[in-house]
């Protein structure tokens, strides 16, 4: 993977998925440029520092590969192509879209307003969508081209009192096999994983008990586990792989 870019939305967060795969592939040779947006990481429990997109960045530095970033709100109908323009400006332009950046909150039928359901889908859809068909116009290296999404596994059964991030994500996937057909004729795979339950610093140590006898292979998931299937993806062993949703949930059961 040496010499080829990676744009990853979603990695302010030291403890996250987004953090973690930016540092696998910059592992694996890959040049990377990662997004954040402080406002939403400060509002949630878990919260994220004002210094950790900036330690993020200078810990990839440090292996030899070139990252830049950029604060972002992705809600934004504009920031789709103004992040391009960035990234193609900075680095060159990418060969590996990771749509990571989600909003997600609690909502269930009694309380899930218009607003708080336009929240769930300016970032988990319409983001993702906008930014791939940005990505896919820009791609004209003619094979090697990789979107992958980052999902929560709605297929395989309910997500009670999340009906706003269920509804989004689920869209997320039938997002990614349409665009695999659409862009296959232009060498760009697009495939998405679901990674499952993962504990990102949200997960109480009353959570982790109750959630442990669920995972099959005994153990919680964690950022690394997400990060390596986003990595598989994105290589050219994955180069025959594309329209899957790929469950890497260490067996957990529903």
Request: proline share 5%; net charge negative; charged share 20%.
């Amino acid at each position: 993977m040496n010499n080829r870019i990676a744009l990853v939305t979603g990695a302010g967060r030291a403890k996250g998925i987004g953090a973690a795969i930016c540092r696998s592939l910059a592992d694996a040779g890959m040049d990377i440029f990662f997004t954040y947006w402080s406002s939403y990481d400060a509002s949630m429990p878990w919260g994220a520092g004002q210094e950790e997109p900036l330690q993020l960045r200078e810990d990839i530095r440090r292996t030899g590969a070139r990252c830049e970033m950029l604060e972002l709100d992705l809600s934004d109908p504009a920031a789709p192509g103004q992040l391009m323009e960035a990234v193609c400006a900075r680095l060159g332009t990418p060969d590996v879209l990771v749509n990571n950046a989600a909003y997600s909150t609690s909502t269930s039928y009694a309380d899930i307003t218009a607003e708080e359901l336009d929240r769930h889908y300016f970032i988990n859809v319409r983001a993702t969508a906008l930014l791939s068909a940005a990505f896919a116009r820009r791609f004209e290296k003619g094979n090697g081209g990789r979107i992958i999404n980052l999902t929560s596994g709605q297929s395989l059964g309910p997500m009670p009192n999340e009906v706003a991030y269920a509804a989004t994500k689920g869209a997320v996937d039938a997002l990614t096999v349409t665009l695999s057909a659409e862009l296959a004729p232009k060498g760009i795979t697009v495939n998405a994983v679901n990674p499952g339950p993962t504990d990102t610093g949200w997960m109480t140590p009353e959570l982790q008990e109750e959630l442990l006898p669920l995972f099959g292979l005994g153990r919680i998931g964690l950022p690394a586990d997400a990060a390596r299937a986003v990595r598989l993806l994105a290589s050219e062993d994955a180069g025959w792989i594309t329209g899957q949703i790929l469950h890497s949930e260490g067996g957990f059961k529903r």
